[in-house]
């Protein structure tokens, strides 16, 4: 489980917690056991919201100026192996639960996907690779951080436990 902490003005104008748990679009994914999302935050323009953003977020990839931070943890590669994994029901669980992102994975190349986004990304827990179109990769491990600049990549666990990060994921507009 991921703990948000989201902190906001009182009406008094005091500064308070308004709100201390997991955050409201969390979700276990059914079809790929081990694999999990949660939206931690975003916004819709430079304004600070006055009520949690996230219930109503209808697009995962967040337009010119917009944010969406979320975590994400990646299930070993062994899921994805296992006989019993069914590819359409988990794809078919991605496109309702990551409107907007989802849409963007290749379906002949798994894990593939470009996104009109300056990401940055921390991975907490695990080890994860980033597999770069073009050959390149890079083994992060917790603490590492990723700059990722709108370029087309996959996200690879090769180990044996979970692996999770934590993205914030800035619109940058037209990418073609």
């Known amino acids: 489980m991921v703990r948000r902490v989201v902190t906001g003005v009182s009406p008094s104008g005091k500064p308070v917690i308004v709100s201390d748990g997991e955050p409201p679009r969390t979700r276990q994914f059914t079809h790929t056991p081990g694999f999990a999302r949660s939206v931690v ?27 969406v931070a979320l975590t994400v943890t990646f299930a070993p590669g062994s899921v994805y192996a296992d006989p019993s994994w069914d590819p359409i029901a988990a794809a078919d669980e991605q496109l309702e639960a990551s409107p907007g992102l989802a849409e963007l994975f290749e379906p002949d190349n798994p894990g593939m996907h470009t996104t009109p986004t300056v990401d ?10 980033l597999d770069l179109d073009g050959g390149e990769t890079a083994v992060l ?32 507009g037209d990418i073609s």
């Open 141 to 172: 491990r917790p603490g590492d951080i990723v700059v990722q600049n709108a370029t087309r990549h996959a996200w690879r666990n090769n180990g044996t436990e979970p692996a999770t990060m934590f993205f914030v994921l800035i619109g940058a």
């Open 120 to 129: 940055y990304g921390v991975v907490l827990s695990g080890e994860i690779v």
């Open 41 to 67: 935050w975003n916004t819709a323009s430079p304004a600070v919201p006055s009520e949690d953003p996230t219930a109503d977020l209808t697009n995962f990839v967040p337009a010119p100026g917009e944010t």
